[in-house]
C-alpha cells in the first residue's frame, strides 16, 4: 500500500535559519503531493502541492520539488520565522484499486523556531 | 474564499453516549470524507462519500461510525457509543471532482478546522 515517511521532530531552529523536512514516499502510479501544515489549536491547512514528477510547488517562502527518481517531496524554506512554528504533514493523493481518491498522511514533523 | 466548516469545535462527551460531528463542505464539492487525529499522532483516514454512500472506509470506520448527507449541505458523522479511545481531532474534508481516468486528478481536498472530541 501506500506509505509517507517523514524526517521525526522535534525540529527546533533560530530565527532566519534554513529548514529541511524531508518526506519520502511509496506509490504506484502517479500520485500528487502535497504539504500541510497544522498551526497551534488549528485545522489543517493547504501549504502547497505538486502533481508530477519535477513539478515544485510553493507558497509563503516553502518549497518542494516533486522527485520521482528519489520518491521524495522535500520541504525547504530559506529563512524561517517564528510564526512558522507549527506541525507539517507531508502527504500524497492517489487513486485505489476501485478508482477512487485517497490521502495518505505522514506522521508529521513540529517545528519551533526561536528568537 | 470558501472553505469547509465543522461544529462544534470541541465537543466532550460520556463514554457510551451517542455523538454527531457537522461538517459543512465547500458548496460545489462532490466529495466527502472524515479523517482523525488522535493527539499526537498522524491523520488517518476514516472514509469518503460520494453520490450519497460510501465509496471506501478505514478499518477504523467499524459499525460503531456512520455518516450522512442529511440535507444537500451538512455532512455528518456519528458515533453511536462512543469509547475513550474515539478521543481525536475529527478532520472533514471536501473535493470538487473526480480524478481524470489513468491519472489522479489535480483536484484537492479542503480541510475543515476540526471537532475536538474527548471522551470521558
Known amino acids: 500500500g501506500n506509505s509517507v515517511t517523514q524526517m521525526e521532530g522535534p525540529v527546533t531552529l533560530s530565527e532566519e535559519a534554513f529548514l529541511t523536512i524531508n518526506c519520502t514516499y511509496t506509490a504506484t502510479g502517479y500520485p500528487s503531493l502535497f504539504w500541510y501544515v497544522q498551526y497551534p489549536g488549528e485545522g489543517l491547512q493547504l501549504l502547497l502541492k505538486?502533481?508530477?514528477?519535477?513539478d515544485k510547488g510553493s507558497n509563503k517562502g516553502f518549497e518542494a520539488t516533486y522527485r520521482k527518481e528519489t520518491t521524495s517531496f522535500h520541504l525547504e524554506k530559506g529563512s524561517v520565522q517564528v510564526s512558522d512554528s507549527a506541525v507539517y504533514f507531508c502527504?500524497?493523493?492517489?487513486?485505489?484499486?476501485?478508482?477512487?481518491?485517497?490521502?495518505?498522511f505522514g506522521t508529521g514533523t513540529k517545528l519551533q523556531v526561536i528568537p | 474564499e470558501p472553505e469547509v466548516t465543522q461544529t462544534p469545535s470541541h465537543q466532550v462527551t460520556q463514554m457510551g453516549q451517542e455523538v454527531i460531528l457537522r461538517c459543512v463542505p465547500i458548496?460545489?464539492?462532490?466529495?466527502f470524507y472524515w479523517y482523525r487525529q488522535i493527539l499526537g499522532q498522524k491523520v488517518e483516514f476514516l472514509v469518503s462519500f460520494y453520490n450519497n454512500e460510501i465509496s471506501e472506509k478505514s478499518e477504523i470506520f467499524d459499525d460503531q461510525f456512520s455518516v450522512e448527507r442529511p440535507d444537500g449541505s451538512n455532512f455528518t458523522l456519528k458515533i453511536r457509543s462512543t469509547k475513550l479511545e474515539d478521543s481525536a481531532m475529527y478532520f472533514c474534508?471536501?473535493?470538487?471532482?473526480?480524478?481524470?481516468?489513468?491519472?489522479?486528478?489535480?483536484?484537492?481536498?479542503?480541510f475543515g478546522p476540526g471537532t475536538r472530541l474527548t471522551v470521558l
Open positions: 458548496s460545489n464539492h462532490l466529495y
Open positions: 474534508a471536501s473535493r470538487l471532482i473526480w480524478g481524470t481516468s489513468g491519472r489522479v486528478g489535480t483536484d484537492t481536498q479542503y
Open positions: 502527504a500524497l493523493l492517489s487513486m485505489n484499486s476501485g478508482g477512487y481518491q485517497k490521502v495518505t
Open positions: 505538486a502533481t508530477k514528477a519535477d
